[in-house]
């Protein structure tokens, strides 16, 4: 008697077991969406601020409204650059995700290839306002052109180049640098008694990936030719490449410490406490004020444009930004849009860009003077006129895995005293290429 | 699937114990169904029913991932279809075609990496088991704060991966970080700060992170190992003019053998399987000369978005392992057996 009881116990346990793991392909925890009952829906959040604690304090007070006004309680965890992509790719495969998400916006069309997402189609565009309340550079960056957008910018970005008003000063320089040489030459007057003329994020895929963008389209490249094959290799963008890897190798301005910076905070830091003078960065708001400089210590000029007898394009920033994205597998679907909707609103877009030094996405935003200010203005006229967006290609995203790790590595050898040549850097990105066709 | 409907003959085969419930109220009904089972078989079948739960689970946890992992790799798994894997084309070979050719990019890379592991796992086992053994004996004898430092030494082991790892990171950093302060400012051993996260002194960086933290194990297993060896033996031998090093070739080296034979394979399983270490220490992205193979396939996926083919390399280590341990497992009883 007692030896059955103890075997249908064990069976029925096992046969639980068996249940509950097969069962459950649904989005994150919370209470199902039956019912007007309190729903939870989760969120990753990017890493804007000067730290993953510091974003959660940041978006804190604007989830704390957002629970008053509408009763859903938002639990967010703020995803380091490094692994943000990793786990969104983790989180499709498996269909065990967020139910909201951020995403850098360059990676829209690679990830709207996968399906993930819910599609923001005209009837939902309406609900948030409609499409023309959004920022056209912006809304170009949000998935393949004709196919309704994977996901709705928040964070509208560029690149510029950030510069120390009192280290300049101290070095008798008078205004920031209009051409590379002049960068160079500045960066140069800066670098010494162990500071240097320029920070880099020597280690992260996402940063070199950008800035092998932005100089390979000074230089003429294009990353993928008219059939969508890979050309990460052309002579254009070595030459890119080595313009950017030679600030350290070559021009000694960059700390070769800077290779080792992989997490996406540490460049800004080296800047924010006066141990580069220059950075060329998106906006740095927020870790400036935490690091305790202020908006005044520190100028925003645009990275110096190519001389236009070399040919090229006059492109000197890319259209960064972030998107928000509703993960198609979240069973509260109807209270995410709630959530986009808020993170969309006026109020919101004002308070939480202020905060990042970012620029509102949506026109309504601008009417507040916090908007005005010269940081902002400058990269706004970046944005408006010589930032280029990523090809919205499905392929996108691994360019910047690829190439991003390619350049990684030669900034390693780089600082470990290799002589970086051209034939390297070809080989290295010959690679990237081959490794891009092969996976395809 | 395969869960579900294990238990079944399993069920049949035992107590019958489905039907149970409803029967119960009639008093008499239990015996009844049981009657229905020959009692030989119902001797026979209760240990595997006992043994059903850990089947199931074991079924669960590390069969049907690896079953799975084996399909993906012959399939064209690539961003269009990961969410909804089903409708991946088949891929064939392919997926383990690029793999092995070690003239492309991807085939190359892997065998490098492979290589890579090959050296830090020899290295790392040697010197895992080297320590190990060697504190094992030393700490043979009682005397004043052993204890103590059995402690210390297994603090390593039992402190959680990450946040050993990730100490040993800030440590490594070239500027802020406490082996370059030692090496260059307090003991000027150095003139210049070499760089340890990157370059080819990761590799050492990596084997010195990933020996501190699994030689405990090693210096466990072989300290209870060393215990069980009779005090018998080395009073006889001593009496008969051995000393340390003698007792130590004679006695303790071979009566530990069963048990070098287990913590061996196990470290060579672990470490060339390792992740944590060099995900942890590295961020993500290992610099070559330390990229170890898992972390390798890992990122391979990643970069290109090809589960398919980060899958069939998965399947190929899988293989090479097992080849590995079956050679070992062999080779190494034959010669237990004979001795």
Redo the contacts between chains.
């Keep these: 008697?007692r030896?059955?009881k103890?075997?249908?116990t064990?069976?029925a346990?096992?046969?639980l077991?068996?249940?509950s793991?097969?069962g459950d392909d649904g989005g994150s925890g919370g209470p199902s969406a039956e019912g007007g009952a309190p729903k939870t829906l989760t969120y990753w959040a990017s890493n804007q601020g000067p730290s993953l604690e510091a974003d959660q304090e940041i978006l804190k007070p604007e989830l704390d409204r957002f629970k008053k006004e509408t009763g859903i309680e938002v639990k967010v965890e703020v995803v380091p650059w490094?692994?943000l992509?990793?786990r969104i790719?983790a989180a499709?495969?498996s269909?065990q995700g967020p139910d909201v998400l951020n995403i850098g916006n360059t990676w829209s069309a690679?990830l709207q290839?996968?399906?993930?997402f819910v599609p923001f189609d005209d009837t939902l565009l309406a609900k948030l306002g409609g499409r023309d309340r959004f920022l056209g550079p912006s809304l170009a960056a949000t998935g393949v052109a004709g196919q309704p957008p994977a996901a709705v910018p928040i964070y509208g970005m560029t690149y510029g180049l950030m510069y120390n008003k009192k280290m300049f000063a101290e070095a008798g320089i008078e205004a920031p640098p209009k051409t590379w040489d002049e960068l160079i030459e500045t960066g140069k007057k800066l670098t010494k008694d162990g500071k240097w003329g320029l920070a880099v994020e020597g280690?992260s895929?996402t940063e070199n990936a950008h800035h092998a963008f932005i100089f390979g389209q000074q230089h003429g490249a294009e990353l993928f030719d008219a059939s969508g094959r890979p050309q990460f290799d052309s002579d254009a963008q070595v030459a890119a490449t080595k313009q950017f890897l030679d600030l350290m190798a070559v021009h000694k301005i960059v700390?070769?410490?800077n290779?080792?910076y992989?997490?996406g905070t540490q460049a800004v830091q080296d800047f924010t406490s006066g141990k580069a003078g220059m950075l060329m960065w998106q906006s740095i708001a927020s870790s400036a004020k935490a690091a305790g400089m202020g908006e005044d210590e520190y100028g925003v000029a645009p990275i110096p444009l190519p001389d236009p007898a070399q040919g090229g394009k006059q492109v000197n920033g890319m259209v960064a930004g972030i998107n928000m994205a509703i993960f198609?597998h979240s069973r509260n679907q109807d209270a995410a849009l709630e959530f986009v909707k808020f993170m969309t609103s006026k109020q919101t877009q004002q308070n939480l860009n202020k905060v990042y030094g970012s620029l509102p996405t949506v026109k309504d935003a601008y009417d507040d003077p916090a908007f005005q200010t010269e940081h902002i203005k400058a990269f706004q006229q970046i944005l408006a006129t010589t930032a280029a967006p990523l090809p919205q290609v499905?392929e996108e995203?691994?360019f910047e895995?690829?190439v991003g790790?390619a350049m990684?590595?030669l900034?390693?050898?780089v600082?470990?005293g290799k002589q970086v040549t051209e034939e390297h850097i070809k080989a290295k990105l010959?690679?990237?290429d081959?490794?891009?066709q092969?996976?395809? | 699937m395969v869960a579900s409907t294990t238990p079944r003959p399993g069920a049949r085969r035992g107590t019958g114990a489905p039907d149970d419930g409803p029967q119960r109220s009639g008093g008499r009904g239990p015996g009844r169904v049981a009657a229905l089972i020959p009692v030989r078989l119902r001797r026979l079948g209760l240990p595997y029913l006992l043994i059903l739960p850990a089947i199931v689970l074991e079924l669960l946890i590390h069969l049907v991932p690896m079953l799975v992992g084996i399909w993906m790799s012959f399939l064209k798994l690539t961003q269009f279809f990961i969410r909804n894997w089903s409708a991946a084309p088949g891929a064939g070979l392919a997926n383990y075609e690029i793999a092995v050719d070690f003239d492309s990019a991807v085939g190359g890379s892997l065998l490098r990496s492979f290589t890579v592991t090959v050296a830090f796992t020899v290295l790392a086992v040697g010197l895992c088991w080297l320590l190990g053994t060697a504190a094992a004996v030393l700490m043979q004898g009682s005397f004043r704060g052993r204890g103590v430092l059995r402690t210390l030494f297994l603090t390593p082991y039992a402190l959680p991966a990450y946040a050993g790892v990730i100490t040993w990171s800030f440590m490594f950093q070239r500027d802020s970080g406490m082996v370059n302060h030692i090496l260059v400012e307090q003991s000027g051993l150095l003139d210049e700060r070499p760089f340890w996260l990157i370059g080819g002194n990761s590799f050492v960086a990596l084997l010195v992170t990933y020996v501190w933290r699994i030689w405990p194990f090693a210096f466990l297993v072989l300290m209870a190992g060393v215990q069980n060896i009779s005090d018998e033996l080395y009073e006889a031998s001593a009496i008969d003019g051995a000393g340390w090093w003698r007792q130590l070739r004679s006695i303790t080296l071979p009566m530990l053998r069963p048990v070098n034979q287990v913590v061996v394979l196990v470290l060579f399983l672990w470490t060339f399987n390792d992740f944590n270490t060099p995900y942890v220490l590295f961020g993500g992205s290992a610099p070559e000369e330390a990229d170890l193979i898992s972390i390798h396939i890992y990122q391979s996926s990643f970069v290109t978005w090809n589960f398919g083919s980060g899958s069939a390399m998965s399947v190929l280590l899988l293989l090479f392992l097992l080849l590995v341990t079956a050679v070992y497992l062999v080779t190494t009883s034959r010669r237990t057996s004979r001795a």
């Excluded at chain 1, 290839?113 to 993930?116: E, I, K, L, P, Q």
């Design positions: 008697m030896i059955r103890l075997a249908t064990a069976l346990g096992a046969l077991l068996a249940a793991a097969c490094a692994d992509l990793n790719l499709t495969t269909g690679s290839a996968t399906g993930a280690a895929v700390n070769p410490s290779a080792e992989g997490n198609k499905p995203s691994q895995t690829l790790t990684n590595e900034f390693a050898d600082a470990s010959t690679e990237a081959e490794k891009m092969a996976g395809s």
